[in-house]
């Protein structure tokens, strides 16, 4: 059985960091495209970073460039998202997911709230 268990939102001050985390079990996350989505309340998802092969490659949505760095631990089967100096533009509901595009994702997890305010 596949299952994602999405920890490390909460909410900070614009230019705070945070960490999540998405502990997946059912499937080697390093054998697979894995990515994170985000949602704002009244909008669409939106795609945030990609990695596949375990990090021999990555993608990141423009807006988050330099700020965000997304990886995965093979001993954890873990994916994370390293997220600096946030701003009120990235309160989302962020979620894990395995696939290369939003149409194609496959498993998703429950998702992690990040909120930035002052």
């Known amino acids: 059985e596949v299952q994602f268990v999405e920890s490390g939102g909460g909410m900070v001050q614009p230019g705070g960091t945070l960490r999540l985390s998405c502990a997946v079990s059912?499937?080697?996350?390093?054998?697979?495209?894995m990515a994170w989505v985000r949602q704002a309340p009244g909008k669409g998802p939106e795609w945030v970073s990609t990695i596949k092969g375990g990090g021999a490659s990555i993608w990141y949505a423009e807006f988050v460039k330099g700020r965000f760095t997304i990886s995965s631990d093979d001993a954890k089967n873990t994916l994370y998202l390293q997220m600096n100096n946030l701003s009120p533009e990235d309160t989302a509901r962020y979620f894990c997911a395995r696939g290369f595009s939003i149409a194609t994702m496959d498993y998703w997890g429950q998702g992690t709230q990040v909120t930035v305010s002052s």
């Open positions: 059912g499937f080697t996350v390093s054998s697979y495209t």
